[in-house]
């Protein structure tokens, strides 16, 4: 099983600025990760799959990069509708699995 | 609009079974593969079963192989999670989740239900 780790587990950024967070691989995923946004109460939304390609309709604030075992997604100038837990997700091998999540939240 | 609703939640107890049912509504289900995929209370997404649209490939997750079974009904839109043998550490909010055709060879989630919650107590 590949194991998705994800830093940091809580990040606390301010309205305006930008956010950076890392997603890890045990072994290589090549660009198969995607990236999900979920707030309270909310099933989760796709941001990013391949890595680096956003979904239907999000923002080009989303941005993703990486390949094989080290992934980054990245929040430019962050609004408050953007505060919320995001998850990494690995497809290339079976069991599909999920990073642990990074919070992100009001500085 | 796209929508997908869970349902047949609820309180077991441990050792006990649930099969939950997910409609989907406004695509043609059976060109979807779909997923189950839990959150437990305060934790983070765990996914637990794939069944492709032609229901000829599943997959499981090794903490729920042999004890839950996928299935879909195309005829009637609907996905299903017979649990068996529920244990405490089931307990979740499970979504079904929809496989966005648009990435080639991949499985990403582009549409996910709202959710239907297990809990598995005595």
């Known amino acids: 099983e590949i194991v998705m780790t994800q830093s940091p587990a809580t990040l606390s950024v301010s309205p305006g600025e930008s956010a950076t967070l890392s997603c890890r691989a045990s072994?290589?995923?090549?660009?198969?990760l995607g990236w999900y946004q979920q707030k309270p109460g909310q099933a989760p939304r796709l941001l990013i799959y391949?890595?680096?390609t956003r979904a239907t309709g999000i923002p080009a604030r989303f941005s993703g990069s990486g390949s094989g075992t080290e992934f980054t997604l990245t929040i430019s100038s962050l609004q408050s509708e953007d505060f919320a837990v995001y998850y990494c997700q690995q497809y290339t091998n079976w069991p599909l699995t999920f990073g642990g999540g990074t919070k992100v939240e009001i500085k | 609009e796209v929508q997908l609703v869970e349902s047949g939640g609820g309180l077991v107890q441990p050792g006990g079974s649930l099969r939950l049912s997910c409609t989907a509504s406004?695509?043609?289900?059976?060109?979807?593969?779909m997923n189950w995929v839990r959150q437990a209370p305060g934790k983070g997404l765990e996914w637990v079963s794939y069944?492709?649209?032609?229901?000829?490939?599943?997959y499981y997750a090794d903490s729920v192989k042999g004890r839950f079974t996928v299935s879909r009904d195309n005829a009637k839109n609907s996905l299903y999670l017979q649990m068996n043998s529920l244990r405490a550490e089931d307990t979740a909010l499970y979504y079904c989740a929809r496989v966005d055709a648009a990435v080639a060879g991949g499985v990403v989630f582009d549409c996910w239900g709202q959710g239907t919650l297990v809990t598995v107590s005595s």
């Open positions: 406004g695509f043609t289900f059976s060109s979807y593969e």
């Open positions: 391949g890595a680096s």
């Open positions: 069944i492709s649209g032609s229901d000829n490939t599943i």
């Open positions: 072994q290589s995923v090549r660009s198969n």
